[in-house]
């Protein structure tokens, strides 16, 4: 699966290939498994094989608000803290028992440093966050809690067969009260 992205998205030879998976470590990790904390730097990158990570804040309230999740084929970390190596003010946990793949920072930096062509690996995560972040920010302040939960029915339908009514409430960015209102009214 990662060779096969690794293969759409740069002009690797095999072996550069086999070198840059090498890189990863495979990990299995079980539901409900935090992988990031808040106050902690995000020193790795998480690509899905199996399973589903998500990406979320705790405010004061308790309350929690998901910023993504993230299935199969598809990196995942704390895009800010990776960068910039300043302590993530975001969780980072396990939604389903997963399967993942996991480079460290300095591994992934060698990479960077040692195969030209792998930045376009980076390239290629730093426009699908930039994308997914948009996307997500443009629905929060453009739509009301039914178009959100319509839109998500028809765009990643997945997200409301595999998650929780708190996660997809999370998600949503509703109460699980609300969500339950919404899909009591369109179904």
């Keep these: ?26 990990i299995h990790v079980q539901k409900n498994t935090l992988l990031l904390k808040p106050g902690n730097v995000s020193s790795k990158l998480f ?6 990570l998500r990406l979320y804040y705790d ?8 910023r993504f999740m993230a299935f199969e084929n598809t990196f995942l970390t704390s ?27 300095n591994q992934f930096n060698h990479l960077r440093n040692t195969i030209s ?4 690996m980076y390239i290629h995560i730093l426009e699908y966050g930039l994308t997914v972040v948009n996307s997500k920010l443009s629905s929060l302040l453009t739509q ?10 028809k765009d990643n ?9 708190s996660n997809l409430a999370a998600y ?16």
Excluded: H
């Design 1 to 26: 699966m990662l060779a096969d992205l690794i293969r759409i998205k740069t002009n690797l030879a095999d072996e550069q290939i086999g070198y840059i998976l090498s890189c990863f470590e495979p």
């Design 47 to 52: 690509f899905i094989q199996k399973g589903c």
């Design 59 to 66: 405010n004061e309230d308790q309350n929690v608000l998901t």
């Design 79 to 105: 895009i800010v803290s990776f960068i910039s190596r300043a302590p993530s003010s975001e969780y980072i946990q396990a939604v389903e028992d997963s399967k993942l793949l996991v480079i460290s920072f």
């Design 117 to 120: 062509e792998w930045d376009k």
């Design 144 to 153: 009301n809690a039914t178009e959100r939960y319509l839109a998500l029915l």
């Design 157 to 165: 339908p997945e997200l409301v067969q595999r998650l929780s009514n």
């Design 172 to 187: 949503l960015n509703v109460s699980p009260e609300t969500l339950s209102r919404l899909k009591s009214k369109i179904w």
